[in-house]
């Protein structure tokens, strides 16, 4: 059974920085591309990043230059750190993996942003 737990959520003012954190266990995290979604209230959920098992990372044009995504296999973890933030990147932000080859996906539970002042 393939868990991810999310952290590093919280409240933050605009043009603060936050760094989300996504463990994986119960699977062989170098086999997964992982990724970062968010959902706000009254929308569907979005693509925020991408990175590849090789560590190829694919943003949003809308966190581009802002946010960046990193994996670090040896500790099972990807991370997403987040700038410049602004209202609007106020959402639930979901950890996703997705198994390659075999596609098997995966989500957390989701760990709450807010930008406000």
């Known amino acids: 059974q393939v868990q991810l737990v999310e952290s590093g959520g919280g409240l933050v003012q605009p043009g603060g920085s936050l760094r989300l954190s996504c463990a994986a266990s119960g699977t062989f995290f170098s086999f997964y591309a992982m990724g970062w979604y968010r959902q706000a209230p009254g929308k569907q959920r979005e693509l925020v990043a991408t990175?590849?098992?090789?560590?190829?990372?694919n943003y949003a044009d809308s966190v581009k230059g802002r946010f960046t995504i990193s994996r670090e296999d040896a500790k099972n973890t990807v991370y997403l750190e987040m700038g410049s933030l602004k209202p609007e990147d106020t959402a639930t932000y979901y950890c996703?993996?997705?198994?390659?080859?075999?596609?098997?996906?995966?989500w957390g539970q989701g760990t709450q942003v807010t930008v406000s002042s």
């Open positions: 996703n993996g997705e198994r390659i080859p075999g596609g098997s996906v995966y």
């Open positions: 990175i590849s098992r090789r560590g190829a990372p």
